[in-house]
């Protein structure tokens, strides 16, 4: 009781302190005057910005991290406390967030390998561009898929001249430093292609004509530089010592590799700032819509990427701009889903009936903190095929799940298969190519020192727990009482008193599953069990 009242107080502290910020912003005017849109995406970040620190209360990772550029949107907009990617996998993400629909209603751009764009599907930034938006993008939109980029135009409104070394950031960084350049001068000349690339594409519009750009870095995804949290960004692995999520073994070799995902994001911070400064310096901070967020959990961990539990699904979302009363902490549960309708609404356009997605317009005009919309209480994620099969046949590995304030309760579909892929074989491999090859074993989980650290202690009874937590098969349903479990770790699905809450669940899931045409559940036969949503993606 006494944490949770403290939890209330520091909640409480951080709405006061982001008021204090509030500015007065004017609402969209004529069509002339359509807002610029600018949507910061990063490759693999959850849930982890210093903003969320004040959040969530002390004693967790965000503690650690720093990001100064994204806390000031986060103090001049909304910072959405509850908001969630549709599939915790990038292709399947990135066509839910892009079309503005359920992944499950994308075609074959709801698995990763194989994945095809149909170009029926409407695209809210193909939709800009036909509305008279300039329309750009940096490095990585929705992929890998066929064609690439589909569904932003694919290549054609591409801004990467300047180059993309951004992307590698603690593998360049650490290279140049090698070779004698400062650290300050080696990350400037990586925020050097990051300016260059967003200023031409500033200049290639015509005289007053909106732009709508994706900066999509990819830094945050695998791999990095081992050791590089520290040594690019001053990140003391032993500093979050007591402070890493329930599932993860908190030794030093998991420490030092979730600080250097840290200093990813905060990479990630950085080109956001310079993505301000340019604005700024041409005068175009007042008309931009500002959102900035990430495509799922993080990777190479147990229960993030690929995982339906809040590691896996959880991102930051953080809304700034014109006709946005800054200040505000929003409790709504939403998914990435509601930017496509939300980037047409703030243009002026009206989305088209086939999204799902509702416009989050309505909460960000708001002036409130806490619940603002009271229909945005519970949303829904889910997963079919990721890089790995189950078993032989590439067949997937079918994941449901709803999420409301106090529980999270998963199907899994098809339980006898084992979540992240292929179990170890008679050979085992070494702990070496673990961390070298993500095919080694459980390939939906990427490689890393992680994965590499508990398939060594797989033998070990101390760490047995973490290693079923983490690649262990799941029983059909899964149901997490959140404000006990905050973690997810101790499934209750079973428990006699859980029992109306189950039912519950299960119905309004499987409701909403059938309501918007999901083939996991429509009659006959199951499309994603057969070609070509299995094999090797091909017809």
């Given at each position: 009781?006494?944490?949770?009242?403290?939890?209330?107080?520091?909640?409480?502290?951080?709405?006061?302190?982001?008021?204090?910020?509030?500015?007065?912003?004017?609402?969209?005017?004529a069509?002339?005057?359509?807002?610029?849109?600018?949507?910061?995406?990063?490759?693999?970040?959850?849930?982890?910005?210093s903003?969320?620190?004040?959040?969530?209360?002390?004693?967790?990772?965000?503690?650690?991290?720093r990001?100064?550029?994204?806390?000031r949107?986060?103090?001049?907009?909304?910072?959405?406390?509850?908001?969630?990617?549709?599939?915790?996998s990038?292709?399947?993400?990135?066509?839910?967030?892009?079309?503005?629909?359920?992944?499950?209603r994308?075609?074959r751009?709801?698995?990763?390998?194989?994945?095809?764009?149909d170009?029926?599907?409407?695209?809210?930034?193909?939709?800009?561009?036909?509305?008279?938006?300039?329309?750009?993008?940096?490095?990585?939109?929705?992929?890998?898929?066929?064609?690439?980029?589909?569904?932003?135009?694919?290549?054609?409104?591409?801004?990467?001249?300047?180059?993309?070394?951004?992307?590698?950031?603690?593998?360049?960084?650490s290279?140049?430093?090698?070779?004698?350049?400062?650290?300050?001068?080696?990350k400037?000349?990586?925020?050097?292609q990051?300016?260059?690339?967003?200023?031409?594409?500033?200049?290639?519009?015509?005289?007053?004509?909106?732009?709508?750009?994706?900066?999509?870095?990819?830094?945050?995804?695998?791999?990095?530089?081992?050791?590089?949290?520290?040594?690019?960004?001053?990140?003391?692995?032993?500093?979050?010592?007591?402070?890493?999520?329930?599932?993860?073994?908190?030794?030093?070799?998991?420490?030092?590799?979730?600080?250097?995902?840290?200093?990813?994001?905060?990479?990630?911070d950085?080109?956001?700032?310079?993505?301000?400064?340019?604005?700024?310096?041409?005068?175009?901070?007042?008309?931009?819509?500002?959102?900035?967020?990430?495509?799922?959990?993080?990777?190479?961990?147990?229960?993030?990427?690929?995982?339906?539990?809040?590691?896996?699904?959880?991102?930051?979302?953080?809304?700034?701009?014109?006709?946005?009363?800054?200040?505000?902490?929003?409790?709504?549960?939403?998914?990435?889903?509601?930017?496509?309708?939300?980037?047409?609404?703030?243009?002026g356009?009206?989305?088209?009936?086939?999204?799902?997605?509702?416009?989050?317009?309505?909460?960000?005009?708001?002036?409130?903190?806490?619940?603002?919309?009271?229909?945005?209480?519970?949303?829904?994620?889910?997963?079919?095929?990721?890089?790995?099969s189950?078993?032989?046949?590439?067949?997937?590995?079918?994941?449901?799940?709803?999420?409301?304030r106090?529980?999270?309760?998963?199907?899994?579909?098809?339980?006898d298969?084992?979540?992240?892929?292929?179990?170890?074989?008679?050979?085992?491999?070494?702990?070496q190519?673990?961390?070298d090859?993500?095919?080694?074993?459980?390939?939906?989980?990427?490689?890393?020192?992680?994965?590499?650290?508990?398939?060594?202690?797989?033998?070990?009874?101390?760490?047995?727990?973490?290693?079923?937590?983490?690649?262990?098969?799941?029983p059909?349903?899964?149901?997490y009482?959140?404000?006990?479990?905050?973690?997810?770790?101790?499934?209750?699905?079973?428990?006699?008193?859980h029992?109306?809450?189950?039912?519950?669940?299960?119905?309004?899931?499987?409701?909403?599953?059938?309501?918007?045409?999901?083939p996991?559940?429509?009659p006959?036969?199951?499309?994603?069990?057969?070609?070509?949503?299995?094999?090797?993606?091909?017809?």
């Open positions: 009781m006494k944490a949770t009242r403290s939890v209330a107080i520091v909640w409480r502290s951080l709405v006061a302190v982001l008021a204090v910020w509030t500015v007065a912003a004017p609402s969209y005017g069509a002339a005057d359509r807002p610029n849109l600018l949507f910061a995406f990063a490759d693999d970040w959850g849930r982890y910005a903003i969320y620190a004040q959040l969530d209360g002390p004693g967790r990772a965000s503690d650690v991290v990001t100064p550029n994204i806390d949107a986060a103090r001049e907009g909304v910072l959405f406390r509850n908001a969630f990617v549709n599939a915790p990038c292709t399947p993400c990135r066509s839910s967030l892009l079309s503005g629909q359920y992944f499950w994308t075609g751009g709801a698995i990763l390998r194989g994945a095809v764009w170009p029926a599907i409407p695209s809210y930034p193909l939709l800009l561009h036909d509305a008279g938006y300039h329309i750009g993008k940096s490095y990585k939109v929705w992929g890998p898929g066929t064609p690439k980029d589909a569904p932003y135009g694919e290549d054609k409104h591409a801004f990467e001249s300047a180059g993309g070394a951004f992307n590698s950031f603690s593998q360049q960084a290279k140049l430093v090698k070779q004698g350049v400062t650290l300050d001068a080696a400037a000349r990586l925020l050097d990051v300016r260059a690339n967003f200023a031409a594409m500033l200049d290639a519009r015509e005289p007053g004509q909106p732009f709508c750009y994706w900066f999509g870095p990819t830094n945050v995804h695998r791999k990095w530089v081992q050791g590089s949290g520290k040594a690019l960004w001053g990140l003391d692995p032993e500093e979050l010592k007591g402070k890493l999520p329930a599932f993860l073994p908190d030794v030093p070799v998991v420490r030092e590799d979730f600080a250097d995902y840290l200093g990813e994001a905060m990479a990630f950085a080109a956001v700032g310079v993505l301000q400064e340019e604005l700024a310096r041409r005068g175009e901070t007042e008309n931009t819509l500002l959102a900035i967020s990430g495509d799922h959990g993080a990777p190479g961990f147990p229960r993030g990427k690929c995982n339906l539990y809040d590691f896996g699904v959880a991102v930051p979302l953080i809304v700034s701009g014109p006709g946005v009363p800054g200040g505000r902490v929003v409790d709504d549960l939403v998914t990435l889903v509601d930017l496509a309708p939300t980037f047409l609404d703030a243009a356009e009206t989305p088209p009936g086939v999204m799902t997605g509702r416009s989050l317009m309505p909460v960000l005009r708001s002036d409130k903190s806490g619940q603002v919309d009271p229909e945005r209480t519970w949303v829904v994620t889910g997963r079919e095929r990721h890089v790995e189950a078993r032989p046949g590439n067949l997937p590995y079918p994941q449901r799940a709803i999420r409301t106090d529980h999270l309760f998963i199907i899994n579909f098809e339980p298969r084992w979540p992240m892929g292929s179990p170890m074989s008679d050979d085992p491999p070494s702990e190519r673990v961390l090859d993500t095919r080694a074993i459980y390939a939906d989980m990427d490689a890393s020192p992680t994965k590499a650290w508990l398939v060594s202690q797989r033998d070990n009874p101390e760490w047995a727990r973490d290693y079923n937590l983490a690649f262990g098969k799941r059909r349903e899964e149901l009482v959140l404000n006990s479990d905050p973690d997810q770790v101790n499934n209750v699905s079973a428990d006699p008193r029992a109306g809450v189950v039912a519950e669940l299960r119905t309004r899931l499987m409701d909403e599953l059938r309501r918007t045409g999901d996991r559940v429509a006959g036969k199951v499309v994603y069990e057969h070609p070509p949503f299995t094999g090797d993606g091909s017809d």
